[in-house]
């Protein structure tokens, strides 16, 4: 997730790797706990191609049919059912959209390549962004003074306390509750979209495309099928699946016990392990998000693919005990309160400590 105020919040004082970021390719140093558990993941970290086209073609298609579930052919609650199915749908296929970024699944396939492309662009995550941004995030992941691209900004105690104005309301709107409610708007068609073109035009034409696109549907849809197909078939989806999709990547890195290090106290293997949670989810909702909740796994080797992250949390007995968190009301309220990092307390507080 790219934001409009990361370059004014800190100083991007690294630039991440080419590629996909793992381990073995990307980060500072380790210690030698984490580089041994990294270690032991790396056996894992091998594409099963049968699996993968199954979970690509078997998704889209699950995907396809609970769209079309919402056209009115059907009775109101089968509608209403079938668009909020669809977008728990499509936060699973962004999931697998976003593994084949990294690389984690069918890394050689052209027609995966392709197709995965496309996907991007329906959902509104035009590779040439996401991509790039992702990676940053992974290469930066909770450095307190590194480069905030591809991530929630956070800016600590002091220095928001210094910051002019404009700047401090910015950062608040940044991390705002009603942006991540209305993530279909602010970080997905604002931030993934309509942001990076207007600054690179050339390079992120596939934006303009995304909502060329996505406008073209809305239209179509409402011409052949009428307004409410629209919210039921378009809307509701991208606004429920947004929302989910931008809180989990906000509370997986913004809850009560995460750790922040300066550049020199950093390294990947830390990052991963203390600064990124682990989601408790019932099964089923670890299935529509395609295991993202085994964050801290992703983060310490973003190229096992994602349904073999539960097999890895069970066969290594020290990821078992990661920092957590959950969609129970009282857990979003408390990732919600935590703003602006506290040097002194060494945790996120709020805007009033």
């Not at 105690?157 to 705002?176: K, L, N, P």
């Not at 429920?240 to 009560?256: D, K």
């Not at 080797?301 to 994602?306: G, S, V």
């Amino acid at each position: 997730m790219s934001t409009a105020t990361a370059s004014e919040l800190v100083a991007p004082d690294a630039r991440p790797p080419a590629g996909g970021i793992s381990p073995s390719e990307g980060g500072s140093v380790g210690t030698p706990r984490g580089k041994k558990i990294s270690r032991e993941t790396a056996k894992f970290a091998r594409d099963i191609p049968a699996k993968s086209w199954f979970a690509i073609i078997s998704s889209i298609t699950l995907l396809g049919l609970t769209v079309a579930g919402t056209f009115p052919f059907w009775a109101m609650p089968f509608r209403v059912i079938s668009s909020v199915l669809a977008a728990l749908m499509i936060v699973r296929v962004f999931v697998i959209y976003h593994d084949h970024q990294h690389r984690a699944i069918l890394p050689k396939s052209k027609l995966a390549e392709w197709l995965m492309k496309v996907v991007g662009v329906l959902l509104l995550t035009p590779s040439s962004v996401w991509k790039h941004s992702h990676d940053s995030h992974h290469a930066h992941n909770s450095k307190l003074h590194g480069n905030d691209l591809g991530s929630f900004p956070t800016m600590t105690v002091e220095r928001y306390r210094a910051s002019s104005f404009g700047t401090r309301c910015r950062y608040r709107i940044s991390r705002h509750p009603l942006t991540i409610l209305f993530g279909y708007i602010t970080a997905f068609i604002v931030s993934m979209c309509i942001e990076p073109f207007c600054d690179h035009p050339k390079k992120h034409i596939d934006g303009f495309l995304a909502l060329v696109i996505h406008g073209v549907l809305i239209a179509t849809v409402a011409v052949v099928f009428g307004w409410l197909a629209v919210l039921l078939a378009i809307c509701l989806p991208f606004l429920i699946g947004a929302c989910l999709g931008s809180y989990l990547f906000y509370a997986q890195h913004n809850f009560p016990r995460v750790v922040l290090k300066d550049e020199d106290g950093w390294t990947y293997e830390g990052a991963a392990l203390e600064s990124s949670s682990f989601m408790k989810m019932p099964k089923i909702l670890h299935w529509f998000t395609g295991n993202i909740g085994f964050h801290h796994i992703h983060h310490l080797n973003a190229r096992i693919p994602f349904y073999r992250l539960p097999e890895v949390y069970e066969a290594i007995p020290e990821l078992q005990h990661a920092k957590t968190t959950s969609l129970s009301p009282v857990d979003i309220y408390r990732c919600f309160q935590l703003k602006i990092w506290d040097v002194k307390e060494q945790r996120l507080v709020s805007y009033r400590g």
